[in-house]
């Protein structure tokens, strides 16, 4: 893999840091912003997802869904789909606590952005794990 090929994968894993990083910062700043700290979970987990993608020379379309995002991964990392099964649920934070909903209001609990945080380094540390010495290495 080229030097640029590995530096735009690292570029998405940073981005996908610093969205880890805001997620555990406003979960513990004010009890009003969990929906916030859920929407950068997704966007973690969306980031090291495609981030692993590139990585694999993946062409992948605009989506949020995390379970298309590990679906389209599964040729890759064949038991990624049964060691994530669980993060599929941080595709709701994409869009639905984001803007408000006409038919629904999204009262998000400090155990659920709690949850969403801990899928979110779930899904950091088996991208890392699979790439293992590959980020280190160019």
Not at 20 to 36: G, H, P, R
Not at 106 to 122: C, F, G, N, S, W
Request: negative net charge; hydrophobic residues 40%.
């Amino acid at each position: 893999m080229s030097t640029h090929k590995m530096d735009t994968v690292r570029a998405w894993f940073k981005k996908a840091d610093n969205d880890l990083k805001v997620a555990e910062m406003t979960l513990n700043q004010d009890d009003s912003l969990y929906d916030i700290a859920c929407f950068h979970a997704q966007q973690c987990a969306e980031k090291y997802l495609k981030g692993f993608l590139v990585y694999n020379e993946v062409d992948f379309p605009k989506t949020r869904s995390i379970e298309y995002l590990i679906f389209i991964c599964k040729p890759f990392a064949p038991a990624i789909q049964s060691i994530l099964t669980d993060v599929e649920v941080l595709s709701i934070y994409a869009v639905e606590t984001r803007y408000p909903m006409d038919d629904a209001t999204y009262d998000i609990t400090r155990q659920e952005a709690q949850k969403a945080i801990v899928l979110a380094q779930k899904v950091k540390s088996t991208i890392t794990t699979l790439m293992g010495t590959n980020l280190q290495s160019h």
